[in-house]
T-cell receptor, first 113, second 116 residues
Framework: SQTIHQWPATLVQPVGSPLSLECTVE??????LYWYRQAAGRGLQLLFY??????ISSEVPQNLSASRPQDRQFILSSKKLLLSDSGFYLC????????????FGNGTRLTVT | AQSVAQPEDQVNVAEGNPLTVKCTYS??????LFWYVQYPNRGLQFLLK??????LVKGSYGFEAEFNKSQTSFHLKKPSALVSDSALYFC??????????????FGSGTQLTVLP
């Protein structure tokens, strides 16, 4: 079964600083990878989606970007953080197209001060 | 457009009593339906899913869910609640015909508190 590693678990960054969150997946090849943001401990918002190396789809316009340099590595980045970027960021994977369910990492709690 | 409604932000139940967490959905065509659980500062964990077949689906930790097509509902149930079941529960749906979990829509979550 898949295991998703996310780090760091918590992060406090000042406004205007850069961001890099990393997610790696074990136990599967060629997964679909996702970045979600959960605000205020509730609703999940899909930010980015990737079906393969270098293939990134953005679901909402924002201050963030994503990259997939390797099959099982997914990175969430920002050049300059905004206060509104604070939240709980979750990486998820699914084994392939049309193959639920999603498996989630344990998340990174980002606080922008 | 598809949607999921979890009408209760908070559900409280006494330990040992049955629990129900409600979910209704709207989707074009047949649905894939899911329940996830989230403990504090953790990711979501998959509990169970409905794709086709028996309307009563059994999942992890003694949970089950009943698919009701006429009422477009997929309520989560457990016969006897445990304090350790206290967590945030999410219902999710996507159309059977859509090709990817990208089209998965989550509800807003229901906080379940089981009182000792």
């Amino acid at each position: 079964s898949q295991t998703i590693h996310q780090w760091p678990a918590t992060l406090v960054q000042p406004v205007g600083s850069p961001l890099s969150l990393e997610c790696t997946v074990e136990g599967t090849s060629n997964p679909n990878l996702y970045w979600y943001r959960q605000a205020a401990g509730r609703g999940l918002q899909l930010l980015f989606y990737s079906v393969g190396i270098g293939q990134i789809s953005s679901e909402v316009p924002q201050n963030l970007s994503a990259s997939r340099p390797q099959d099982r590595q997914f990175i969430l980045s920002s050049k300059k953080l905004l206060l509104s970027d604070s939240g709980f960021y979750l990486c998820a994977c699914s084994p392939g197209q049309g193959a639920p369910p999603l498996h989630f990492g344990n998340g990174t709690r980002l606080t922008v001060t | 457009a598809q949607s999921v409604a979890q009408p209760e932000d908070q559900v409280n139940v006494a330990e040992g009593n049955p629990l129900t967490v409600k979910c209704t959905y709207s989707v074009s065509g047949n649905p894939y339906l899911f329940w996830y659980v989230q403990y504090p500062n953790r990711g979501l964990q998959f509990l169970l899913k409905y794709i086709t077949g028996d309307n009563l689906v059994k999942g992890s930790y003694g949970f089950e869910a009943e698919f009701n097509k006429s009422q477009t509902s997929f309520h989560l149930k457990k016969p006897s609640a445990l304090v350790s079941d206290s967590a945030l529960y999410f219902c999710a749906v996507r159309a059977y015909s859509s090709g990817s979990a990208r089209q998965l829509t989550f509800g807003s979550g229901t906080q379940l508190t089981v009182l000792p």
